[in-house]
Nanobody
């Protein structure tokens, strides 16, 4: 079992920035693909960013150029730097660890973009 704990969410004004983090409880982190997903009220969970064990990243068009995912294998931590935030970025953000046939989720952290 792998536990993922997100932190860093909060309230931010439109145009602002926020960095959220996710710490894994196991060294399997270092060989896993890590992802950030989000789910807004009444909507399905969607991929926001993904980073492979080798550092390759991918983003949907909705966040490309504004969000950056990174990882620190020594700390078993993945980050999501979010810039130029918009009200439509408001959601619960979830961390995901994906390795082989295993997939684990964190409990989520709320990000609210509002003036």
């Amino acid at each position: 079992q792998v536990h993922l704990v997100e932190s860093g969410g909060g309230l931010v004004q439109p145009g602002g920035s926020l960095r959220i983090s996710c710490v894994a409880s196991s060294s399997i982190f270092n060989v896993a693909t890590m992802g950030w997903y989000r789910q807004a009220p009444g909507k399905e969970r969607e991929l926001v960013a993904r980073i492979t064990r080798g550092g390759s990243t991918n983003y949907p068009d909705s966040v490309k150029g504004r969000f950056t995912i990174s990882r620190d294998n020594a700390k078993y931590t993945v980050y999501l730097q979010m810039n130029t935030l918009k009200p439509e970025d408001t959601a619960v953000y979830y961390c995901n660890l994906d390795y082989d046939r295993w997939s684990y989720w964190g409990q989520g952290t709320q990000v609210t973009v509002s003036s």
